[in-house]
């Protein structure tokens, strides 16, 4: 892509001032264009289906258009009906992905560093990444109650495998070279760890971390549609069966936009990490 | 590797991780059977090895958990066959065709990267609970990762194949089947893997909500009457299909296409 795009703003340059710059200021803009013009399309669409589509009664009941929704969104947001349920939903959140995180980082860099460590917990690593974490969660929620553990669990077993199998992945592809120089320096492992092996991790690191946030959002949705009394997810799953499908649909948004900021400012970050680096991550 | 060629290695040391994984388990059930020798956990919140074994004897011999997983089966099958049919398609398309990638891509970014599982309880109320409601959900968190990555497999089709049926006088639907999908399958198999693992997360949702029937209704409903044991034997029973099915589609991909292997 990129090669072509170059070779085009050569042959652009070559061929003269004339009709050059204005072709290549839509070549630069035309993919953002097309992708704005679907999303107004669809929204389009969708706000007008009810004027062409005879609906039956018992579909209209299930039907919103989008401003309805936009206009609940905004009723939540200043009636500050949403910030409570919301405060509940991001608190289980952050506390899941910080324990994952705190259990998640070290471990990892063990079971890379000790081979094993790596071919003992091996199995189990595959075997709980594989499975959809869900199926934990009336167990979870026969241990823990019916409140914010029960979503912490989740969250934090959603998160832990994602940061747990990049930091390891990023440990082994450490440069074996590099930890040889450090250790006929005298470093210990803790020195090996704090010079090389985790500065050498930390791009895969921050994907595991954008995988974990994706991960997490998941959980606390669904953890909160089965076992809890408060919470977004709770506002959700009650708004569809009292029939508010503008409601069900400002929740997804929320939890949609919260999740593709936090994601893509994650994403910066891997982008100013991983610049330099030719051939950079390419973890899960 | 080099190395290894030269002086055979001796079976403990070629087997090493898979002995070192299994001692792992084995000894990991053992270590779970043992504690109750020593700690009185209420049985009501644990179960213990020989209990879950027992129990999940009985869920075969009774032939409930074969109905169980039949029932999830079905929607399971259901939905992922329509997530291929829709997703490779799209997919394709969006990587063949540059302008309908540009519209497209930014729209299936968002629906991939929303938790989409919270339109749930909506499909369920809207489909029913039985076996269309759980396929709808399964489709839609399964179809993505398809669109995804036949979208990725088209754009890292090699143009200069593409050039060769050219000039041999191919014409559309030759590079289709010629070029194009035959380079995009292990892009396909990679997706199935992700979203296998999605279908069983829409598989599960659909049946917590509500269900009469099902492998993910029997876990919910053996949690609710403290029958440990066979919560437990089908929790695993979940996890070695799970296992079972990602790892016998990397097995595959590292079979039939060995030149991406490590990808």
């Known amino acids: ?284 | 590797m080099a190395e290894q060629a030269i002086v055979r290695p001796t079976f403990a040391v070629r087997y090493r991780k898979i002995l070192l994984g299994g001692f792992a388990v084995i000894l990991f059930f053992a270590a779970w059977q043992a504690i109750f020798l020593f700690v009185p956990f209420n049985p009501l919140f644990i179960s213990k090895p020989s209990l879950i074994a027992a129990g999940l004897v009985d869920l075969v011999d009774s032939g409930d958990l074969f109905h169980d997983l039949a029932v999830s089966a079905v929607p399971f099958f259901i939905g992922l066959a329509a997530a291929v049919i829709v997703g490779v398609p799209l997919g394709i398309v969006m990587g063949w065709r540059p302008r309908v990638g540009y519209a497209l891509d930014p729209l299936m970014t968002v629906f991939y990267a929303s938790p989409l599982v919270a339109l749930a309880p909506l499909l369920v109320i809207f489909f029913g609970v039985g076996v269309s409601g759980k396929a709808v959900i399964v489709f839609v968190l399964s179809v993505f990762p398809f669109i995804f990555n036949a979208h990725a497999g088209v754009r890292a089709v090699d143009r200069l194949l593409i050039n060769v049926v050219r000039s041999l006088g191919g014409g559309e639907w030759d590079l289709y089947r010629k070029v194009i999908f035959p380079s995009v399958l292990p892009y396909i198999v990679a997706g199935s893997r992700i979203a296998v693992g999605r279908a069983l997360i829409a598989v599960l949702v659909g049946e917590f909500f509500a269900a009469s029937e099902g492998i993910g209704y029997a876990i919910s409903r053996f949690g609710d009457i403290f029958a440990l044991d066979r919560m437990f034997g089908c929790i695993l029973v979940v996890m070695a299909i799970a296992v079972v099915l990602t790892e016998g589609i990397r097995w595959a991909e590292r079979a039939a296409f060995p030149w991406r292997a490590g990808q």
Do not use: C
């Not at chain 1, 405060?87 to 899941?96: L, N, Q, R």
């Open chain 1, 1 to 284: 892509m990129a090669e072509t795009q170059t070779l085009d703003a050569r042959v652009a340059a070559l061929g003269g001032a004339g009709a050059a710059p204005r072709r290549s200021l839509w070549r630069r803009i035309e993919p953002a264009a097309w992708g704005a013009g679907s999303f107004v399309v669809l929204l389009l669409v969708w706000q007008f289906v009810p004027y062409f589509v005879p609906l039956k009664p018992g579909t209209r009941l299930f039907f919103t258009v989008p401003s309805r929704v936009a206009a609940t969104l905004w009723q939540m947001i200043v009636s500050g009906s949403l910030w409570a349920p919301l405060g509940v939903s991001a608190t289980a959140f952050a506390t899941g992905l910080a324990i994952a995180i705190v259990v998640g980082l070290p471990l990892g860099i063990l079971i890379g560093r000790s081979s094993l460590l790596n071919a003992m917990f091996d199995p189990f690593i595959t075997a709980f990444n594989a499975t959809p974490r869900l199926v934990f969660l009336p167990l979870l929620m026969l241990w823990l109650g019916i409140g914010l553990w029960s979503k912490v669990a989740i969250v934090f077993i959603g998160a832990l495998f994602p940061l747990l199998i990049n930091t390891y992945e990023g440990v082994r592809a450490a440069d074996k070279l590099l930890i040889n120089v450090v250790r006929s320096f005298g470093a210990n492992e803790w020195d090996i760890a704090r010079l090389v092996v985790v500065p050498n991790a930390l791009p895969f690191i921050v994907v595991g971390l954008r995988l974990a946030i994706g991960r997490a959002v998941l959980g606390v949705v669904v953890s909160e549609f089965f076992g809890s009394q408060e919470g977004l997810g709770v506002v959700m799953v009650r708004a569809a069966s009292g029939f508010q499908v503008d409601v069900v649909f400002a929740g997804l948004i929320v939890f949609a936009g919260l999740s593709l900021l936090m994601t893509g400012l994650v994403k910066l970050l891997e982008d100013r990490m991983t610049r330099w680096r030719p051939g950079h991550v390419n973890a899960q």
